[in-house]
């Protein structure tokens, strides 16, 4: 429901901002008409202003070419008789020729006045004309005009020649009375705006924003909600997994203390000091047991609540490592398998806290000789770094996939072994470790291949300044 009403939600987003658009588009079209007719009005004018001094020019030319035309005849007539000289007849004759061609013109011109030559000469007026009257209708964008003839399917005049295709099919028309006749067809003046569409798109930029701001606070709430709401799941049966583990691994050894308690109370069988000590150890053992298990949990909880403190002294890691590889030998060597240590570095005295850096080698050979299927064969090694120290722990163990590596470190969780329950754990010992060398300002990492076991490096600067 919360996804179909987003989807709704966005949808009408949607059909408000394309009915938006279309007004703006409507509002622009009628801005464009407005200014145009006043553009259209004003062309008139100057064209009626144009054609009558153009016309009392060419009048006054007309005049007095006719009476450099009549004094020219009444020298011919005057002088037609007693000129004998053939070449000043043939002279004059030529001038009263030229003059009849000029006369001819001046008419021409004076009856037929033309819109191309109108048009070419005025050009930056009419783009002035255009440019101010599209600026009054706050219209600020690029545009191409031309004028254009229907009798000879040609362009007299473009503003920059740029856009001759747009101009004849994606402009605003605009019919020019016609100078020379009202009955031809009037000439058109076209009007093209190249970035028509961003410019609408642009007045509606507020509107557009607070749309695209809406949309993404929906998205991401909405995304938000999905992520934690699996995360949530996840926790969740990350949690009941723990509870399973945690009951079956408290299971065995109160059943066990039961046992031997039981034993001990029963009058039938008969009491020793051997008994009585083997019975104690048991009991001892699976007790130490229970806390240690009890401690991994509350050493978590202290690791989550930010309770977990630091008591820093410095500490010879090697000295450390020594302890737990002895300690965790015959573990390994009862499984058939044996631990190797190869301390290498100069620089292994730290200021830390010596106890829950044991706990971090202690977690990580346990898990070592956890989860393998083989003999164990543990390989602990140390090496200088740049203003540090590198310890590796490295397994032939069951490996860890790349896709499990990123989580490897996170809380609760442990990789899935499909059927096979060989593998127990609570999945909080990586992430403490990983909590404690964070908090002595180290790092650590992993390297695993599937079937091919795993490399934990824990990085451990020697000069640093410490929280906790």
Known sequence: MVTLSSIGLMLIQVVWIKSAVQVKQAGFVHDVNKAMSRVIFAIDKLKYQDEVLSKKRYYQEYLSSFEAYDSINRKLMQSMFGITDSDRLSSLITEQSKVNNAIQ??????????????????????????????????????????IYDPKTNAMIIQKTGKYPNELLKNSFVFNLESMSSPFEFPKKLLIY??????????????LLFVSFLL?????????????????????????????????HEFKTPISTISLACEALRDKDVKKSDEIYNSYISIIDEENKRLGTMAEHILRSASTESGRLKLNISLVDMHEIIENVVNNKQI??????????TELTATKHIIEGDEIHLTNV???????????????????????????????????????????????????LY?????????????GLGLSYAKAVTEMHNG????????GKGSVFYVYLPTKNKRHG
């Not at 004076?110 to 009257?133: A, C, G, M, R």
């Not at 926790?235 to 723990?242: H, V, Y």
């Open 443 to 450: 790092k650590i990492s992993l390297e695993s291949e599937p």
């Open 361 to 411: 080698i202690n977690n990580l050979i346990d898990n070592a000789l956890k989860y393998t299927l083989n003999a164990p064969e543990i390989k602990v090694s140390t090496k200088d770094l740049k203003n540090g120290l590198l310890i590796a722990v490295k397994d032939n163990g069951i490996g860890i996939s790349k896709s499990n590596q990123k989580k490897i470190f996170d809380k």
């Open 215 to 247: 949309f993404l606070i929906i998205i991401g709430s909405f995304s938000f909600s999905i992520i934690t709401i699996f995360r949530q799941k996840k926790l969740s049966e990350m949690k009941n997994d723990l509870i399973n583990n945690m009951t």
């Open 105 to 146: 013109q001046l008419w021409n011109m004076y009856t037929q006045p033309s819109d191309n030559l109108f048009f070419t000469k005025h050009k930056p007026v009419i783009d002035s004309l255009i440019k101010v009257n599209l600026k009054a209708e706050k219209i600020n964008t690029k545009y191409e005009f031309g």
């Open 331 to 340: 573990n390994a060597e009862s499984a058939g398998g044996k631990i190797e």
């Open 414 to 426: 442990r990789v899935h072994t499909g059927n096979r329950h060989d593998f127990k754990g609570f």
């Open 193 to 206: 705006f190249p970035n028509e569409k961003a410019y609408i798109i642009s007045r509606l930029y507020h």
